[in-house]
């Protein structure tokens, strides 16, 4: 008896799914965040099995300041393919935007070990948490601006 594990070459996506892809590209190239959004979403209908999509998905949702909904983009890939090194680097950069330091370093780890020091995708995450966490969401606190208060005699 005998056992095989395959991986699956990468493949093009559907046809029509490909131009939604495109058209999501230039959105977000063009600052149309929710436009690029949309387009990744009609293309997961249309291609629910192209795994790229969610790594696009997942960039919009960074772009977005929603870096809960790209962790899970970027947690949908690794399911799928538990070794993209996209994935893992940008998983990283998502946690640590919403300050979760030990965790992105926990994934710099996974990719030194799985990639190297040297591998584009490990050179960028070290290279975000060389720079460290930014305020990615400002709380209400912060953006309140008091008024002075007419004083009464």
Not at 17 to 38: C, F, P, S
Not at 113 to 122: R, Y
């Amino acid at each position: 008896m005998t056992a095989s594990v395959g991986w699956s070459a990468e493949r093009d996506p559907d046809p029509r799914a490909a131009m939604l892809i495109a058209e999501g590209q230039t959105a977000l190239q063009g600052g149309d965040v929710q436009g690029a959004i949309d387009a990744y979403e009609a293309a997961l209908v249309v291609d629910p099995g192209y795994t790229p999509l969610y790594l696009r998905l997942a960039e919009a949702a960074r772009a977005d300041q929603m870096q809960g909904k790209a962790i899970r983009y970027y947690r949908e890939v690794l399911n799928r393919e538990p070794r993209n090194y996209a994935a893992i680097s940008g998983e990283g950069e998502a946690l640590l935007e919403k300050g979760a330091l030990e965790k992105a370093r926990a994934n710099l780890a996974r990719l030194e070990s799985a990639c190297g020091k040297t591998c584009p995708e490990t050179q960028q995450l070290a290279a975000a948490l060389a720079i460290g966490p930014k305020q990615a969401v400002q709380t209400a606190e912060a953006t309140i601006t008091l008024e002075p208060q007419p004083q009464s005699n």
